[in-house]
């Protein structure tokens, strides 16, 4: 075999495998009518109303402390607490929203990210975005119980039940799953209707990014109306002084953007927020993805060429002999 043409079959492979890098694809947009919330920390007094009204749509059992003498004393996420209230504390921590010698709250559920990781690494499609909605879903019926979910998730958000012989993930299903469905029958949230404050709010994605971004012109100190339940048709407002705001949207782009979004007057990483970059999860490794396997083309291509030429050769041979 000539060595032009063993170069030839190789750079075959190549060009596909420069194809494959070529068709990386870039995040999601939002979905065209993403529905959402907004967290304001803020706004939160720490009433956990929202855990409650959670567990009680969700029908899941409290969390009680080990002398069972609290209501509802979940810490963290579980397969049982689908939204958690977390407490930030710093030095005496007596000033509410102040970063040093304060303390604040912190909502942790689903972010329904426009781009979700969980729906990009699920094998068999047992979590799916809402095409129209955005809304991110868990679908026990096909899931396998692989976890993979667990892993995509840059919030650490999906939890397994591992006290169940047969397993299951549980997540924030923005209380529109099979037998609760509240937003498709023109409803909220269970958590943003019964907070008291409004800190968590329901709506568009649009609007409550519009109400998020006003909130970042606002004078600290002046007076505001703050809306409660949907953004859209609010059920009261409640005036209040305004505090000094990160200018930050949590969730206007990080990792390709979510559904919830978050405002502050303490930086989102003395939060807990995790380090993320603009680009999603789902874009880079579909990305990688689709480079391996045309990568894998590489090799087979440079065998189907090799395999052409040396049988050539061969009959080429045979045909010199006879
Ligand atoms: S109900 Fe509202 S104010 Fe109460 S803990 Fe939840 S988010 Fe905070
Ligand atoms: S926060 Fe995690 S579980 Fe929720 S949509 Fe995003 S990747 Fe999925
Ligand atoms: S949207 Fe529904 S499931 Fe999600 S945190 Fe709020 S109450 Fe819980």
Excluded at 189 to 195: H, L, N, R
Aim: charged share 25%.
């Amino acid at each position: 075999m000539k060595r032009r043409d063993f170069l030839k079959a190789s750079l075959g492979g190549a060009a596909l495998l420069g194809a494959g890098a070529a068709q990386g694809r870039g995040n999601l947009e939002p979905a065209e009518e993403a529905i959402g919330m907004l967290f304001d920390s803020t706004l939160c007094i720490g009433c956990k109303a929202c855990v409650s009204k959670c567990k009680e749509v969700n029908g899941m059992p409290a969390t009680p402390l080990e002398d069972e003498t609290y209501w509802d004393a979940a810490r963290d996420l579980s397969h049982e607490t689908l939204n958690v209230i977390k407490v930030y504390q710093e030095g005496d921590a007596s000033i509410k929203d102040a970063a040093e010698n304060g303390f604040a709250f912190e909502k942790r559920s689903c972010m329904h990210c426009v781009d979700p990781g969980c729906v990009s690494v699920c094998p068999v499609t047992a979590m799916r975005r809402d095409p129209k909605t955005g809304i991110v879903t868990h679908h026990p019926d096909a899931c396998i119980g692989c976890r993979t979910c667990m892993v995509g998730c840059p919030y650490n958000v999906p939890q397994f039940d591992y006290d169940n012989p047969f397993g299951e993930i549980h997540k924030c299903q923005m209380c529109n799953q099979e037998g609760v469905a509240r937003i498709d029958q023109g409803g909220m949230t269970g958590c943003a209707e019964v907070c008291p404050t409004g800190a968590t709010l329901f709506g568009s994605r649009e609007a409550l990014l519009e109400e998020a971004k006003r909130r970042m012109t606002l004078k600290p100190g002046e007076t505001y109306n703050y809306p409660r339940g949907d953004v859209r048709k609010p059920e009261s407002h409640h005036e209040k002084a305004v505090p000094a705001y990160q200018n930050h949207i949590w969730g206007e782009k990080e990792a390709g953007g979510t559904n919830v979004l978050h405002v502050s007057s303490i930086p989102f990483e003395k939060l807990g927020m995790p380090p993320l970059e603009e680009r999603s999860y789902a874009s880079i490794s579909e990305t990688v993805q689709h480079t391996i396997y045309n990568y894998m083309a590489l090799p087979a291509a440079a065998l189907a060429g090799l395999t052409y030429i040396v049988r050539r050769n061969t009959e080429d041979e045979d045909g010199g002999e006879s």
